[in-house]
């Protein structure tokens, strides 16, 4: 008997019932992705969350990345900058304001006063040496254009929820305090990062924008994103700007611990030139492939779970999109998870081992052990006086 194999087009129909509901970022459903595994603190969280002092000692968060992006500081060695308002000034933003904090020269570590949900005016340019801390409360930024991170270094995003992201309009934005630029207009990104290094993105919740989640492009180098929740949404997360700009061979960026959630589709991540570790992360089904890419990047998948969809022709993880010949490309599993008839293409020859310095280097768990390092993934409630 003939079989109808579903085209990519119908697939996403079918799926754009599911994710273009109506929900706040608290309401979406993972209840049908519980995990059985104890819940086991990856290297990245055993470094801090055990201190019932986290919120005293918030920049102890500074010396706890790993992989390429381990050396960014963020606002390490800055003054603590507390966000009171959640009010937007695209150009001229008030002391108090997210935008305010994000656009000095100096180094910062930026909290927050209370919860607060932001829809900003325009994209958020964040400079040079910056954390934004969201420990502690509950921080969204939704409904409008939403983060971007370009020709600056040392920034650290952790703890908040970004989702819904709009593109931004063509008009003025404030950069630093000396500078307001023309900008086109953001694609609805959630978190954009361009021509930048040193930059870790932790324990975010990143969901349901027009464009990408995370993007790495424009030759970016030096990143790590880790322990984050992405969940309903087409093209995750791009790693290189498209086929023809080479300087993203210089991108090299840590993916690991964070959890691929229900009513995702592709890109987690795709690749284009640089060089991606992929290690022990969690994927809870996809509606085309899961990790792909193409120009000739190298990818090593390492211990991550891979739960494919129950559609028979969907149980490949990999795709490389090209149409010229890709078997000398170096994309390798090793101690990977395929459950639900899951399955990796490699390929190439010779080692493609991340090279990580020893301050970079982490332990990678075999897969099995993904659902207990994955289970916290998104922004944590904690609370001060508690290990979090």
Known sequence: MAVSIPSPATLLCLLALCVF???SSAGFNTTSYSYPTKKVLNPVDACWRTDPNWSANRKKLADCAVGFGTDAIGGKFGEIYVVTSNEDDAVNPKPGSLRYGVIQNQPL???FAKSMVFKLQNELIVNSYKTIDGRGVEVEISQGPCITVQDVSHVIIHGISVHDCKPGKAGLVRSSPQHVGHRLGCDGDAIKIMTSSHIWVDHCFVGRCTDGLIDVTHASTAVSLTNNYLTQHDKVMLLGHNDQFSQDKIMKVTVAFNNFGPELIERMPRVRFGYAHVANNRYNEWLMYAVGGSANPTIFSEGNYFAAPANPYLKQVTKRETSGPWKSWKW??????????????PSGYGTCAPGYTPAQTFTVADGSAVPGLTADAGPLNCV????C
């Not at 390798?332 to 293409?345: L, T």
């Not at 001060?384 to 290990?387: N, Q, R, W």
């Open 109 to 111: 570590w930026i909290t």
């Open 384 to 387: 001060p006086g508690k290990a």
């Open 21 to 23: 509901q109506t929900h």
């Open 332 to 345: 390798r599993s090793s101690r990977d998870v395929f459950e639900n008839g899951a399955y990796f293409v």
